[in-house]
């Protein structure tokens, strides 16, 4: 059995790096994260470095856009905490002071988006409650802050245990790691931690790697290594492009032999080319009297089908997190009105079911069921959500004038209108009466009153 700590610090100790990675399938912290292309097998991305995820993010600029865009997405929503005995929102309560600044450092915004960016960059975010010791069962009341561990760096120190037969997490994991340039900065209770992660189908106990999330960036391995391949070979095409042409002599001996211009002249006149450009301050046309002839050097951008390999990249990678590919302003023809279903489908699809699953495990972690307390998610406060209840607005009001003109032709009671609309009927006998009927009733009633009155007024 292996010292977990040890052999994670050798991972960062240079000289014991690659022996300790190779001896216990730990991630490295190599600087090479790029493998050469010095054959013509395929250049994909290594991932058997945490690291190379953070590259991959940084340096492929349309993954880095839609993960962007998406944990915006995702921390644009509001807390609502429900009190699940009277079914009633809470104004104010410390979990919801605790949601809007998390810590000294972030606020709602920011600590969401930082979340939501490694849960889905590396598949993996872990959240810290920071409570005071022997206050830990006391109630969401003492939990002081909320801190996102960075991803890259934490670890969990797993027990080796069968985990078919265990039955508690402390069966699962002994702590968390945060371990940083080869020194353990803090470790972690495991009641103190919320693992979000992403899913992983790799069964593998060595090391507990079964614990873990997998990123998304594994099966997007060819299309991010395609894309950055693909600027790659376009900012060498521009920064070496080389000569524009050939500037040769037209004339010919009297025998018909070409004639080369003498060393002194190819000198002076790749000097005067210096003086022409595109630039304002360039000259653009060239005037002689010789005899010369110019053979342009160019190469067939088109027939590398760059943009074609560009296109399907780009693709895989919105399908892969169901986002529009119109919200990239990528395709042409795009409009408002089709970007602004764009983004309605991506909160609908995407967004708001991470949320609920997000707050699911959230609620869980600071053990607000107990308290007969719910954080919920809510985006209905956007202006691209609020088109949805205008519209059920409209349509609500549509159903009822349809609705009361049936009532009054005594096709349904008040109780089928209150069930048509999803609300549960009224225990009133009057209520499941037809309006003929209540106005018979009533009618009745009425000549009645006028007939007492009328023998009152008599006596």
């Known amino acids: 059995m292996i010292d977990f700590i040890k052999e994670i610090k050798a991972v960062f100790t240079p000289n014991k790096a690659i022996k300790a990675?190779?001896?216990?399938?730990?991630?490295?912290q190599s600087n090479k994260f790029f493998k050469n292309y010095i054959d013509a097998s395929p250049n994909w991305f290594s991932f058997n470095d945490r690291k190379q995820l953070l590259i991959n993010y940084y340096t492929v600029p349309e993954y880095n856009a839609i993960k962007n865009y998406m944990a915006r997405s995702f921390a644009s929503m509001e807390w609502k905490l429900k009190d699940l005995k009277t079914g009633e929102f809470i104004e104010k309560h410390h979990v919801l002071d605790l949601m809007a600044f998390p810590n000294p450092l972030q606020g709602h915004t920011e600590f969401l988006t930082q979340v939501y960016l490694y849960w889905k960059v590396f598949g993996n975010n872990f959240i810290f409650k920071n409570?005071?010791?022997g206050f830990e069962k006391m109630g969401s009341n003492y939990i002081k802050?909320?801190?996102?561990?960075?991803?890259?760096?934490?670890y969990i120190v797993p027990n080796n245990t069968n985990p078919f037969r265990s039955a508690e997490k402390d069966d699962f994991i002994k702590r968390y790691s945060v371990i940083y340039n080869g020194y353990e900065l803090d470790s972690f209770d495991n009641n103190l931690i919320f693992h979000k992660n992403e899913p992983n189908i790799e069964f593998c106990l060595e090391n507990g790697e079964y614990l873990y999330g997998k990123?998304?960036?594994?099966?997007?391995?060819?299309?991010?290594s395609n894309i950055k391949a693909i600027y790659e070979a376009e900012n060498v095409l521009i920064e070496n492009?080389?000569?524009?042409?050939?500037?040769?002599?037209?004339?010919?001996?009297?025998?018909?032999?070409?004639?080369?211009?003498?060393?002194?002249?190819?000198?002076?006149?790749?000097s005067d080319l210096e003086k022409y450009g595109l630039r304002k301050s360039k000259l653009q046309y060239i005037i002689t009297n010789l005899a010369m002839k110019f053979t342009p050097i160019s190469f067939p951008i088109k027939d590398l089908m760059l943009g074609e390999t560009f296109d399907r990249a780009v693709f895989a990678l919105c399908?892969?997190?169901?986002?529009?590919?119109?919200?990239?302003?990528?395709?042409?023809?795009?409009?408002?009105?089709n970007l602004r279903e764009s983004q309605k489908m991506l909160y609908q699809d995407a967004i708001i079911p991470q949320a609920y699953d997000f707050a699911n495990g959230l609620n869980r972690f600071l053990g607000l069921p107990a308290e007969d307390l719910e954080l919920i998610p809510s985006y209905s406060h956007l202006a691209v959500m609020q088109d949805d209840e205008k519209l059920n607005a409209e349509t609500d009001k549509i159903k009822n004038e349809t609705l009361l003109s049936q009532y009054q032709n005594n096709i349904i009671t008040l109780n089928m209108w209150i069930i048509e609309l999803g609300k549960e009927p009224v225990a009133n006998p009057d209520y499941d009466k037809y309006y003929f009927e209540l106005n018979q009733n009533n009618n009745e009633n009425a000549n009645t009153e006028?007939?007492?009155e009328t023998e009152t007024e008599t006596e």
Not at 21 to 28: G, I, Q, Y
Not at 215 to 224: G, T
Not at 246 to 265: K, R
Not at 328 to 335: I, P, S
């Open 215 to 224: 990123s998304d960036q594994y099966p997007l391995n060819w299309a991010l």
């Open 450 to 452: 006028t007939e007492t």
């Open 21 to 28: 990675a190779k001896a216990n399938n730990l991630p490295t």
């Open 145 to 154: 802050s909320l801190f996102s561990l960075p991803s890259q760096f934490t």
């Open 131 to 133: 409570i005071p010791i």
């Open 319 to 337: 399908n892969a997190n169901q986002f529009p590919v119109l919200i990239l302003n990528y395709l042409k023809g795009a409009t408002f009105s």
């Open 241 to 270: 492009k080389g000569a524009l042409g050939i500037i040769s002599n037209d004339t010919s001996s009297e025998m018909g032999v070409q004639m080369p211009f003498d060393s002194d002249y190819k000198t002076q006149l790749q």
